[in-house]
């Protein structure tokens, strides 16, 4: 026993000093001091160090070594730090020589060891990277059980709130993109009084944390519809915008050591994304087009900087999606063609990107099809989106737009199945509020299709009372141009001009051009039926508004059709073919 220390020092030397060319003698050393039964915890350091040691030889006993030194430590429960970091270095070692080999499952068995050792043992940085890293090689399914161990065996610690923090805000948006919203505002109130209740040497890392969990919960909240709702945590993400520019100028290691999730300059950009998000919703287009630009420089900025990183390629798309809704509603049909092609072009060339942004391709040019009247387009697109998407409040989007192309061609039966899917008084397949709304908006048009104009009032009434509450404000401007509609072909003069008038106005301020265009010829209809224009109406002349919002919708239209991005339209298949990356290759940025 005695002469174990001794034999161990020595190939601790040789190694240090001479490394593999020393192996053989090494290796004697370290076996020697075994067959003398040394302590668990020197055990444990020699069946380590012969693991390092021969894992560039002989990998496979390497590994056996590696996995000894783990199991010494489980047997023995060693107490120290030091004997801690061996099983869990070991550990990292194993994971890795079973990626190289391609096999995720062992790896993930290796990292959940390491997760229980790290997470009994107290050793924080070992259970954040190991549930890291287990959520990254792991699938979807799991990930939500592999964040929230790493957090049970975290939260009880001291001074660990960087880790406590990120793993809760990363399962916080785990939840979210699972539509599980009560789960991800629980953990986002724990991160909020983590932050009230920390003590920050650094300056500004509070307002950095503040700012990602603010950004969350904005997201859910607009997630949810809620728009109205959402204006003091838009207002207190917005006073935040002069610290994360400090933050993203910063060089200081010992600041720049806490932004390894996400970076100020990142975060920057998602506050532009969500405020412009924030203003589509509400109908507030011209204020969403600037924060838009504004999130466009900040990307161009940073790419010139050689930032090529996904999540900015992904912001860069989610940005393009929303600016080409704006375009089409603004009725700029042609810059809005070039858009969907540019994010084509960007996503085709990156496969996480196709599968990650695909349907929302197909979504928009479902949506551009609509503009151009082409309903068999518009149908095969947003039918592909619903055979292959599995976030339910794009199939929702996607069903209740196609909802109102069969409406268009009178296709009573598939109306029928879609309605079915998404009534809004059972079990709608989505949170959100505005998707709710446009649910009973559909079903009012449904009605007033049918004449059924006691049914279709009813319905407004729901899609008004949800969208005023909340200001969704586009929705709230075709839910009043369909109840003035009702109302004249009902005669009723007074009820008529009460609602077309606020319409026309809220249109015009959006401003929404096809919508302009109904009031417009409402406003024509209620001068031929009663000889007078609507109470309240001070625009031009209706017959001048509608010449020009016609030519002008004429004339894109006309542009559209001549643009060879135009062909994309054709592209109906989940597979990538020689004419469509023809015409992503011929199409210009």
């Known amino acids: 026993m005695q002469f174990c220390e001794p034999l161990v020092a020595i190939g601790d030397d040789l190694y240090d000093n001479c490394g593999t060319s020393e192996s053989l003698v090494i290796c004697k050393c370290y076996q020697a001091a075994l067959n003398l039964e040394p302590s668990p915890e020197l055990r444990c350091y020699i069946y380590y160090r012969l693991g390092s040691l021969l894992i560039e030889l002989n990998a496979p006993t390497a590994i056996e070594h590696l996995q000894k030194c783990v199991k010494t430590y489980q047997d023995s429960k060693l107490p120290s730090p ?36 790290a997470g009994s043992g107290g050793d924080k940085d070992a259970v954040y990277q190991s549930t890291f890293k287990l959520v990254e090689i792991s699938d979807r399914p799991q990930v939500a059980g592999i964040l929230s161990t790493g957090i049970d065996y975290i939260l009880p610690l001291k001074s660990a709130f960087v880790e406590k923090s990120f793993l809760l805000l990363y399962r916080a948006a785990f939840y979210l993109s699972m539509r599980s919203v009560s789960d991800s505002l629980d953990d986002l109130d724990t991160v909020k009084e983590l932050i009230l209740n920390t003590d920050f040497e650094v300056e500004n890392i509070k307002e950095y944390f503040q700012s990602i969990q603010l950004l969350l919960r904005l997201h859910v909240s607009l997630l949810c519809g809620k728009v109205s709702s959402s204006k003091d945590l838009l207002k207190d ?43 589509m919703m509400a109908g507030t287009l011209e204020r969403a087009k600037k924060y838009t630009e504004k999130a466009f420089f900040q990307i161009e900025k940073l790419k010139s900087l050689n930032d090529s990183s996904d999540i900015l390629i992904s912001m860069h798309i989610i940005l393009l999606e929303n600016a080409i809704q704006s375009h089409l509603v603004m009725g700029n049909k042609v810059k809005a063609i070039a858009e969907i092609a540019q994010i084509c072009k960007m996503a085709f060339s990156n496969n996480t990107l196709m599968r990650r942004h695909g349907p929302q391709i197909h979504t928009l040019l479902g949506l551009y099809s609509m503009c151009m009247n082409n309903n068999d387009a518009a149908q095969n697109q947003f039918k592909l989106v619903l055979k292959t998407t599995k976030n339910q409040d794009l199939f929702t989007f996607c069903a209740l737009n196609l909802s109102l192309i069969y409406l268009r061609v009178g296709s009573r039966h598939d ?43 009813r319905f407004l009434r729901n ?102 991005e135009h062909n994309l339209i054709h592209w109906q298949d989940e597979n990538i073919t020689a004419r469509t990356l023809e015409i992503i290759q011929s199409s210009s940025d």
């Open 415 to 457: 109306l029928q199945v879609l309605l079915d899917r998404t009534d809004p008084s059972g079990d709608f397949p989505s949170c959100s509020l505005a998707l709710k709304s446009a649910a009973y908006y559909v079903r009012s048009l449904h009605a007033f299709y049918q004449a059924n104009y006691i049914d279709a009032k």
């Open 237 to 279: 993400l917005q006073h935040l915008v002069q610290v994360l520019i400090n933050l993203s100028s910063c060089t200081d290691p010992e600041i720049t050591k806490y932004f390894y999730w996400l970076k100020p300059e990142h975060i920057l950009i998602l506050i532009y994304l969500v405020t412009c998000i924030y203003h």
């Open 463 to 564: 899609t008004i009372t949800l969208t005023s509450a909340e200001d969704v404000n586009r929705l709230t401007t075709c839910s009043l141009v369909l109840l003035g509609h009702i109302y004249l072909n009902d005669g009723n003069s007074e009820e008529s001009q009460n609602v077309i008038v606020p319409a026309m106005q809220l249109a015009s301020k959006i401003p929404d051009l096809h919508v302009q265009l109904w009031a417009c010829a409402l406003i024509e209809t209620f001068l031929q039926l009663f000889g007078s224009l609507p109470s309240g109406y001070r625009g031009d002349p209706p017959e001048k508004t509608k010449k020009s919002v016609t030519n002008h919708l004429l004339n894109d239209y006309n542009l559209a059709r001549k643009c060879i």
């Open 82 to 117: 030091i004997s801690l970091n061996l099983p869990c270095q070991a550990c990292w070692k194993i994971t890795n020589y079973h990626l190289a080999l391609n096999k995720p499952r062992h790896a993930r068995d290796v990292l959940s060891q390491l997760q229980t050792i």
